[in-house]
């Protein structure tokens, strides 16, 4: 299954439990399968997980979304950061009670992953998924530097494609100019800015004309959210 079949079988779901269960098969395939989808508003916080049942028990009994350094620092940025127990000794300056929950994740398989965020915590309404694995650390890094883009991209579809479904109250974006589109397109295939110039005859400094008024119409923070947030709302397809 590749990014165009995914968006297609996604387009089907119409309860955000059905969109998480497509979107964990296809993620699963790729070696991630300890998946975690968190979006908080206002009315509440929307989580979907395929850790075991004891251990969102366990998380759940024991409160551990208070210190939960996914919260406090990959829901502070969109660029992506590396998680799981495998990559603790990269971060001496976590507390004690931030260490134990990640340990404890370990332990329930989360051994090493990294964050795709849709929303930050600057919004208010901090989101996105936490990609982990119950591969080791240099397994999962192969995968992230042959398939990162794409993964990258199917979480953030979904992540924008979750705020479309029932209960979400997310408004439709403004309409893109086709040259718009036609930039979002060529990169939601993977092409930089550069390429996209030479695609379509014009300058680079052109593209990241088109690119900025899209990420502006869309609100948008990056490129690739941008991507996500066009094809989620059916305004490219692929």
Same mark, same amino acid.
């Not at 989101?127 to 119950?134: H, K, P, Q, R, Y």
């Not at 979480?155 to 100019?177: Q, V």
């Given at each position: $299954?590749?990014?165009?079949? +995914?968006?297609?079988?996604?387009?089907?779901?119409?309860?955000?439990?059905?969109?998480?269960?497509?979107?964990?098969? +296809?993620?699963?395939?790729? &070696?991630?399968?300890?998946?975690?989808?968190?979006? /908080?508003? =206002?009315?509440?916080?929307?989580?979907?997980?395929?850790?075991?049942?004891?251990?969102?028990?366990?998380?759940?009994?024991?409160?551990?979304?208070?210190?939960?350094?996914?919260?406090?620092?990959?829901?502070?940025?969109?660029?992506?950061?590396?998680?799981?127990?495998?990559?603790?000794?990269?971060?001496?300056?976590?507390? =004690?009670?931030?260490?134990?929950v990640i340990e404890?994740?370990?332990? /329930? &398989?989360?051994?090493?992953?990294?964050?795709? !965020?849709?929303?930050?915590?600057?919004?208010?309404?901090?989101?996105?998924?936490?990609?982990?694995?119950? $591969?080791?650390?240099?397994?999962?890094?192969?995968?992230?530097?042959?398939?990162?883009?794409?993964?990258? %991209?199917?979480? %953030?579809? /979904?992540?924008?494609? $979750?705020? $479309?479904? =029932? &209960?979400?109250?997310?408004?439709? =974006?403004?309409?893109?100019?086709?040259?718009?589109?036609?930039?979002?397109?060529?990169?939601?295939?993977?092409?930089?800015?550069?390429? !996209?110039?030479?695609?379509?005859? !014009?300058?680079? /400094?052109?593209v990241e004309f088109?690119?900025?008024?899209?990420?502006?119409?869309?609100?948008?923070?990056?490129?690739?959210?941008?991507?996500? !947030?066009?094809?989620?709302?059916? %305004?490219?397809?692929?």
């Open positions: $299954m590749d990014v165009t079949d +995914f968006i297609e079988l996604a387009s089907s779901a119409s309860t955000k439990a059905a969109l998480f269960a497509k979107t964990s098969l +296809f993620l699963e395939r790729r &070696g991630f399968d300890r998946l975690v989808y968190v979006w /908080a508003r =206002p009315k509440g916080i929307s989580v979907f997980s395929t850790f075991s049942e004891s251990w969102l028990s366990r998380y759940t009994e024991q409160n551990y979304d208070r210190c939960d350094p996914f919260f406090r620092y990959c829901c502070a940025t969109t660029a992506t950061i590396r998680t799981g127990a495998d990559y603790l000794p990269d971060y001496d300056y976590l507390l =004690p009670a931030e260490r134990r404890e994740a370990g332990e /329930a &398989g989360a051994r090493a992953g990294f964050s795709v !965020i849709g929303s930050t915590n600057a919004t208010r309404m901090p989101g996105g998924f936490n990609l982990c694995s119950t $591969m080791g650390r240099k397994q999962v890094e192969k995968i992230t530097a042959e398939q990162g883009d794409t993964l990258r %991209l199917v979480s %953030l579809y /979904a992540f924008e494609k $979750m705020k $479309m479904l =029932p &209960g979400s109250e997310s408004a439709r =974006p403004k309409n893109l100019t086709r040259r718009e589109k036609e930039c979002l397109l060529w990169a939601a295939s993977g092409l930089r800015n550069a390429a !996209i110039a030479d695609k379509l005859r !014009i300058s680079e /400094a052109t088109h690119m900025q008024n899209a990420r502006e119409k869309l609100s948008a923070r990056t490129r690739d959210q941008a991507v996500a !947030i066009a094809l989620s709302n059916g %305004l490219i397809a692929l």
